[in-house]
């Protein structure tokens, strides 16, 4: 049977973790797997196509690469999964799919994901559990992936020969107990790690804060979505930092424009930097949206997002806002929301004010000093820019 499995063209950080298992999956089958990103001239008929998709508001690529293989090979079987076809199933069977699959594929779960697919890509990409125990309202993980399920307490066998890293999309892994195993094996395997999608700090206790700090991981990630949770960060942050893990190297994601206003977003800015960590700010998007940063919730206006966004581009780094001094000492001089994030001088003055200068300066040459601290939260080379179009066919 050929297959050509298909990841529309939007912007994607990863290879998608999903064909690369459906492509494994049918390779094991004995048959012919062609990737493709977009709409590409194919040279051979396909017995099945499978579409896959990502955040909602990409649905645009979804519909455009559905309609054109269903174009190009109207006899073919064309699947559509993945996020937004999870999400948003009653649209996504709009784009012209035959079938829409909702939530994980099971059949190709614990499937080695063929990475020869993408033979520029050098990292695994896994998860070691799937779902979570909390039901965030801003987050879909308990519609997409339901309770914990502890799928692996051991990684090795998700690791592609020959790649040095492992990226980790798990949710929430220190909410399951399988942590301990992938931990041990981690440090033991001496494996560069990232759990992109942040460990919850709540759950830091001193055993994974000693793990943590003997594991080969540049960032630790975390989030402070609300401020009823400052207690359990401060103390998280503390256990890390007693496990010799740098301020630096702790990021933490503050959500906002979900149900707080900006002096309590502030207010967690501020604690962070204050704290010595590094913050990310991460805009609430709703979870069906059909386009990115429409919306703007009850307590935010559209001028105070601009704001943030604005002191993310100028005072901060890749978007996230490193504890340096300049910046702390902004924060804990202002008063509220407006003084910290304003980036003009009171009184109506447009020039950006001199120590606001000075810092982004200070900024600058801490950046090209220690670089060693900042290139990752440079945006990552586009793995894509290279041509991609491989194949098992052989022809
Ligand atoms: C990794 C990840 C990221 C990565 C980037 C991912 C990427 N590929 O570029 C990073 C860390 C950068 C990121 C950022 C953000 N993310 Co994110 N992220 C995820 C995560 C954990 C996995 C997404 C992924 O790549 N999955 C790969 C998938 C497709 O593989 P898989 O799951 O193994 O696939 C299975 C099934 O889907 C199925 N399948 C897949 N394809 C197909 C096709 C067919 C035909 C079939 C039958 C089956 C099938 O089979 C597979 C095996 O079971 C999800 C949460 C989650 N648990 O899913 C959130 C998630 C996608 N992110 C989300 C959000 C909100 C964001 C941010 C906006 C956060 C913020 N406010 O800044 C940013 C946006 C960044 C941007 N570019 O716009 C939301 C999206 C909601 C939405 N409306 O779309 C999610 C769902 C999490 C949540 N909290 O609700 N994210
Ligand atoms: S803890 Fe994290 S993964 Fe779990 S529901 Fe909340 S935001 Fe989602």
Known sequence: MNVLLVEPDYYTRYPSLGLLKIGAFHKQKGDDVLLVRGRKPIEFTPDRIYVTSLFTW?????????????????????????????????????????????????????????????????SSLLFATRGCPRKCGFCSVPKLEGAPVPSHDSIASLMYPGHTKAVFFDNNILAVPNWRGVFNELIELQMKCDFNQGMDARLVNEENAALLGKMDIPFIRMAYDYIGIRPWIEKAIARLKDNGIKGRRIVFYALHNYVDGPEDFFQRVRDLLSWGVVVYPMRYEPLCTLQKHRYVSPKWTPEELRMVAEARRVLGYGGAFPPYKGLVEKFQRANNFQEAFSLRPMGGNWRIPGPVVEMALEHEQQSSINKKYFPTWRREKDWRKTPLVTSSLGR
Not at 58 to 76: C, G, L, Q
Not at 83 to 98: E, F, N, T, V
């Open 58 to 122: 990409d649905w645009k690529p979804v519909w455009e690469a559905v309609r054109h293989y269903k174009k190009e090979f109207p006899r073919t079987e064309v699947r559509l999964g993945g996020i937004y076809a999870s999400l948003l199933a009653d649209h996504a069977k709009q784009s012209g799919a035959d079938t829409v699959w909702e939530g994980i594929l099971p059949l190709v779960e614990d499937v080695l994901p063929d990475y020869s697919l993408v033979p520029e890509w050098k």
